[in-house]
């Protein structure tokens, strides 16, 4: 029988049992030295291991046994990031991880269907840390709770650990195609096609948001060593027990995206189905209880169903985007907008071009960055008529979507977080418009992007927002036909000059189907 | 890539014609598998004996343009990717003008390596009492080069990415730096078997055909840290070995996966 993720704000209390034997699970893992594959720390080096940051967070101390090298090829270093890989080792590695604790709370006599919460800080009202998570004592008020981590700042790196949900967008949920590309267009929903990446340069949709905002906005950053918080760079994030509730929340967003609507699919590329392995590179490995390894490949990852579990809540969360309603927002008459949409919202070859660029690099830091985006009139013009057709109803295909392209994003710290407006008038609140908001940026995997010498070549990372929004409002107030946007960038602490953050170019591009 | 080619994209079309006519060029020349640079008589290199000599049968003009062609053979595939990148970043309208001067940046920082790399080839043939062994120090310097964490070096800036100007001047810079900047990378990762091509005597066709292959799927792994290593074509025989696994195999269930 399927097992159920539940929420973990709907489990009756605080300290509901399945909290309680996650946290003794999770503390039987700790107790276990690192070079054991079923360790904690075991399990957070899978995701990523950066010794240096490590031994400064105090996780690693220098003499201590390391795995054996056989272990420490096979397993760390996976994590699979800016790429169509990263939902399914995700899946698979929270259901390795699920059955290591499982297999403790048996041992400690708990319930043999124990199942690994979520957390859905997209519900209103659950967007704040869950407060076992947030205690550094058991409920009966002994110390030690080992689902607290110090090293957990939140957005204003105060230890007050929230998600500031008023500045995600969901656009992902409604995008329909699974597989993006590196272009400068949609990111696609799931990611890029590249290979085993571990860190990869362009992040997909639902990486960017809602799973790079959470990153970085739980885990902060220490304001007094500038060090990141455990959740903010994917060699520490595993490290702490919330970041296993939120990746059970991004996978259970990846079956709310196939299931709403049911247009949507995953893919059917072989080197997708088969994983990096059929292209020569890493399978994906994870050690499970009694010493056995669990290899697997995408492919396998698709079907809940057959994976043994499904989730409590599979509903699309309010303000996910619709192709009708957009239609609808265009002017077209809404029968009109809901035939085109169910004709038309399928994945199908796209046109991507360049709209607009900055020119010159922006350097960012303090609590505010601004640039100017030059726009080409003959894109431009494209743009303009590729909406008023769809207001005209007479529109063969979809209106153009927009996308934000922030290019060569480097820098030093994780832990840098901001939101992205367009066209705020000078002088005003940005917050006053929330219309203007592009979406917002969690820079998770930037200092590892940066380094000349590693797997990114030291192009930094390219972060893609959908702005398709934010450009109908534009063109609705009679605002588009203009010669440049203006982006303003609003980080959510200020960006101290040590952390050296830099965006190569800001590009806006437009999409065609 | 093939829909690529089905849409004349400039990033594909561009690279796969001057790769086409630099194979047809040495194809038509190599009837008795002479080395382009110093064969223009179809004098084998093992029978000159001196500078002089050499220079004698090959003008600075057919030692360019031999290496010309021999760049634009070899190093043609390598274009795709850093070219779909430019492309991707410019205006469509500009994205043929992007290739080109991509590709005269390229070329450039090529041709000058050439000039050294011809130099260093005539002084060996000149100074060496015996041809082998300028081939073998080579040879050796090339394997010595293939393993050292500098090679990686090189490696890794091929893999660079930079930003580029959209709009006028600017665009056109940025695309022939890129190119310039992208072959010199390429430069310092090749060079070594680049100068081994030169000093190769009979079975140079089938030679350049090897490395041609060899440095395409070369750049197929990834960027890492500079270490001293075995490098080549390991991610190349794991996709062929992986493929053939694939097509003899029945795929695994999740449940003969999971244990």
Same mark, same amino acid.
């Given at each position: ?52 940051? @490590? ?26 990031? +800016? ?19 499982? #297999? ?33 004592? @058991? ?93 903010? #760079? ?68 698709? #079907? ?153 070549? +030291? ?23 203009? #010669? ?30 | ?23 047809? /060029? ?48 070899? /190093? ?117 078997? /680049? ?12 030679? /350049? ?51």
């Amino acid at each position: 029988m399927a097992s159920t993720r539940k929420n973990v704000w709907e489990l009756g209390g605080d300290w509901a049992d399945p909290i309680l034997w996650y946290a003794r699970g999770v503390n039987a893992m700790k107790s276990r030295a690192l070079s054991e594959p079923t360790a904690w720390r075991f399990y957070g080096a899978i995701h990523g291991i950066d010794q240096g940051l @490590w031994q400064q967070l105090g996780y690693l101390d220098p003499q201590e046994p390391m795995p054996s090298s056989a272990n420490i090829n096979n397993f760390w270093n996976q994590c699979q990031h +800016g790429s169509w890989y990263f939902l399914p080792w995700h899946r698979g590695y929270l259901i390795a991880l699920e059955a290591v604790v499982r #297999d403790a709370v048996v041992k400690a006599g708990g319930p043999a269907d124990w199942t690994l919460p979520y957390w859905n800080y997209l519900k209103p009202g659950q967007n704040a840390l869950p407060p076992a998570f947030a205690s550094a004592d @058991w409920p009966d008020g002994t110390g030690n709770n080992p689902l607290f981590v110090p090293q957990r700042y939140g957005p204003n790196s105060d230890g007050n650990v929230f998600v500031p949900v008023d500045q995600i967008n969901l656009n992902a949920l409604g995008d329909p195609d699974f597989t993006g590309d590196a272009n400068g267009g949609s990111p696609g929903f799931g990611g890029v096609n590249t290979g085993f990446s571990h860190g990869g340069q362009v992040h997909g949709g639902i990486e960017t948001q809602p799973h790079d905002w959470v990153h970085g906005l739980v885990g902060g950053g220490d304001p007094q060593s500038n060090l990141p918080g455990l959740m903010s #760079d994917p060699d520490t994030a595993a490290l702490d027990p919330i970041f296993w509730l939120h990746h059970a929340n991004i996978d259970r967003l990846w079956e709310v995206w196939r299931e709403n609507p049911t247009t949507h699919v995953n893919p059917v590329d072989p080197n997708w189905i088969n994983g990096p392995a059929a292209v020569g590179q890493h399978a994906f490995m994870l050690p499970m209880p009694g010493g056995v390894t669990f290899t697997y490949t995408p492919g396998q990852m698709v #079907d809940l169903s057959t994976l043994g579990y499904t989730y409590d809540d599979l509903s699309p969360p309010a303000g996910t985007p619709q192709v009708a309603s957009r239609l609808r927002r265009l002017g077209m008459n809404a029968t009109m907008a809901s035939a085109v949409a169910g004709r038309l919202a399928m994945p199908g070859p796209k046109t991507v071009e360049l709209l607009g660029a900055s020119t010159g690099s922006l350097s960012v830091t303090g609590t505010d960055a601004r640039a100017s985006v030059a726009l080409d009139s003959s894109v431009q013009r494209k743009v303009s008529a590729s909406l008023q057709s769809a207001a005209a109803g007479a529109a063969p295909a979809l209106p153009d979507r927009i996308f934000l392209n922030l290019e060569n994003v480097r820098g030093l710290n994780d832990a840098t977080a901001f939101a992205v407006y367009i066209n705020v008038p000078d002088g005003e609140d940005p917050a006053k418009f929330p219309d203007h908001l592009a979406g917002s940026i969690a820079l998770f995997g930037v200092r590892k992007a940066t380094m000349a010498d590693a797997t990114h070549a +030291g192009n930094g990372l390219t972060l893609v927002l959908e702005i398709t929004h934010v450009i109908d409002t534009l063109h609705l107030a009679g605002a588009l036909n203009t #010669d440049q946007l203006h982006v303003r960038l609003v980080p959510t602490r200020p960006v101290p000059e040590a952390a050296q953050i830099s965006i190569g170019r800001i590009s806006i591009f437009r999409q065609s189907n | 890539m093939w829909a690529a080619a089905r849409r004349f994209e400039a990033w594909f079309v561009i690279p796969a014609v001057i790769g086409l006519f630099g194979w047809s /060029m040495l194809a038509l020349d190599a009837g008795g598998l002479t080395p382009p640079a110093f064969c223009a008589s179809g004098t084998s290199w093992l029978e000159l004996s001196s500078l002089n000599h050499a220079l004698a049968f090959n003008s600075p003009a057919k030692l360019a343009a031999d290496w010309a062609l021999m760049v634009a053979a070899m /190093m043609s595939p390598l274009l795709f990717t850093p070219l779909r990148h430019a492309c991707d970043r410019s205006f469509a309208r500009r994205r043929t003008r992007a290739t080109l001067l991509f590709v005269s940046g390229y070329a450039a920082a090529w041709m000058m390596a050439g000039i050294l790399l011809q130099a260093i080839a005539l002084t060996a043939l000149w100074a060496m009492p015996a041809p082998a062994i300028g081939l073998g120090l080579v040879a050796a310097a090339a394997m010595g080069w293939q393993v050292s964490p500098a090679k990686q070096w090189c490696l890794n800036r091929c893999h660079r990415r930079p930003r580029l100007a959209a709009f006028g001047v600017a665009a056109d810079v940025d695309a022939a730096t890129f190119g310039l900047t992208n072959g010199a990378a390429c430069v310092g990762t090749c060079w070594a078997l /680049m100068l081994l091509m030169l000093l190769m005597g009979s079975g140079h066709f089938a030679a /350049m055909i090897a490395v041609t292959l060899f440095v395409f799927v070369e750049r197929l792994e990834n960027p890492a840290p500079l270490a001293w290593r075995l490098r080549g074509a390991g991610k190349a025989l794991r996709i062929v070995t992986a493929q053939a696994r694939m097509r003899l195999a029945p795929r695994r269930s999740f449940e003969e996966a999971l244990p």
